[in-house]
Nanobody, 119 residues
Framework: QVQLVESGGGLVQAGGSLRLSCAAS????????MGWYRQAPGKQRELVAI???????NYADAVKGRFTISRDNAKNTVYLQMSSLKPEDTAVYYC?????????????WGQGTQVTVSS
């Protein structure tokens, strides 16, 4: 029983900030990769940011310099600090965890949290 619970979404004005969090619980072994994806209406889901268990990060070009991903391994929680938000950031944001054990990888997804940025 693996569950990812997201929180922190909401409505914010352009230029504002939000922090998303995603707490993973259940039968998760390694959480090798944790990340955030987003999906706007009519568009495909896209990668926003990822972070490895060792703390290495990668960001989509559209959010570099504005978003920061971090994780607390003890809590199995991943965060996304979003600053200088733009209307183009409006989307449903999903967290993802890739868990690897014995050469077998499992992907888990959060329920999604809405982020709306007004102009």
């Amino acid at each position: 029983q693996v569950q990812l619970v997201e929180s922190g979404g909401g409505l914010v004005q352009a230029g504002g900030s939000l922090r998303l969090s995603c707490a993973a619980s259940g039968s998760i072994f390694s959480s090798n990769l944790m990340g955030w994806y987003r999906q706007a209406p009519g568009k495909q889901r896209e990668l926003v940011a990822i972070i490895t268990s060792g703390g290495s990060t990668n960001y989509a070009d559209a959010v570099k310099g504005r978003f920061t991903i971090s994780r607390d391994n003890a809590k199995n929680t991943v965060y996304l600090q979003m600053s200088s938000l733009k209307p183009e950031d409006t989307a449903v944001y999903y967290c993802n965890v890739r868990d690897v054990r014995g050469g077998v990888a499992e992907n888990y997804w959060g329920q999604g949290t809405q982020v709306t940025v007004s102009s």
